[in-house]
């Protein structure tokens, strides 16, 4: 199983670094919007500066052509880097163009099963269904990571993205997700047990005393 960080935010992302289960960040327009003009400049520093072993990058437009855009973001670290193209006709025509040239492709806003199967057939390496916005979609399957799964034939994973909270992480995984990538507020929320929490301090107290032990 496999954890990523849905954000571009820097104190985000090294926040992530530090919850030992986070194994790369997830991006998009929107996210890139909101904390740079220069969504390529700031990937390139997201890289430099972590160690996270994965980077979906969604080109935004800002540069012109799309097409180029993947490309630059890619050579980044092409190690690392992996490009989110949406799950549509003209998405899948540029995905596959980009995929001829050995760069990976992630299909995102995967919504139906339908998009699995074009995946697949087009060799992206995942695609990445919105939980949230299925459940509040009325013409989209509120199981779509299961019904994602049951269409799967080979190796393309499914990263589940637009969720909200820890319910809809752990749900994502028992309906057949690889991954889930999450923003910061539930990632952290993850471990937060009232249980867990409990037996932590309980344990830290066990051995406090006023002197401690001397051995000779």
């Known amino acids: 199983m496999t954890i990523y960080l849905d954000s571009a935010d820097r104190d985000d992302v090294h926040a992530a670094v530090r919850l030992a289960f986070v194994h790369g960040i997830t991006t998009n327009p929107t996210l890139m919007r909101a904390v740079t003009k ?88 995942a695609v990445i269904p919105y939980v949230d916005r299925a459940l509040r979609d009325h013409g989209t399957d509120s199981h779509l990571v299961s019904a994602l799964a049951r269409v799967r034939k080979g190796g393309t994973r499914i990263v589940a993205a637009s969720v909200k909270n820890a319910g809809q992480f752990t749900q994502a995984y028992l309906d057949g997700a690889d991954a889930v990538t999450a923003p910061l507020a539930v990632l ?29």
């Not at 997201?46 to 994965?54: K, V």
Request: one cysteine or more.
């Open 38 to 125: 220069d969504p390529l400049e700031h990937a390139k520093q997201l890289l430099s500066d972590t160690e996270l072993r994965e980077f979906y990058y969604q080109p935004c437009g800002a540069y012109g052509g799309l097409v180029e855009e993947a490309e630059m973001a890619w050579s980044l670290a092409p190690d690392r880097v992996i490009l989110k193209i949406p799950a549509t006709t003209a998405g899948l025509t540029m995905a596959r163009s980009l995929i001829d040239r050995g760069i990976p492709v992630a299909l995102t806003a995967a919504q139906t099963p339908n998009a699995m199967i074009a995946a697949e057939a087009a060799g992206c390496v």
């Open 188 to 216: 952290e929320q993850v471990l937060e047990h009232p249980a867990a929490l409990e037996a932590e301090r309980a344990f830290a107290e066990e051995y406090r005393v006023e002197q401690p032990i001397e051995r000779g």
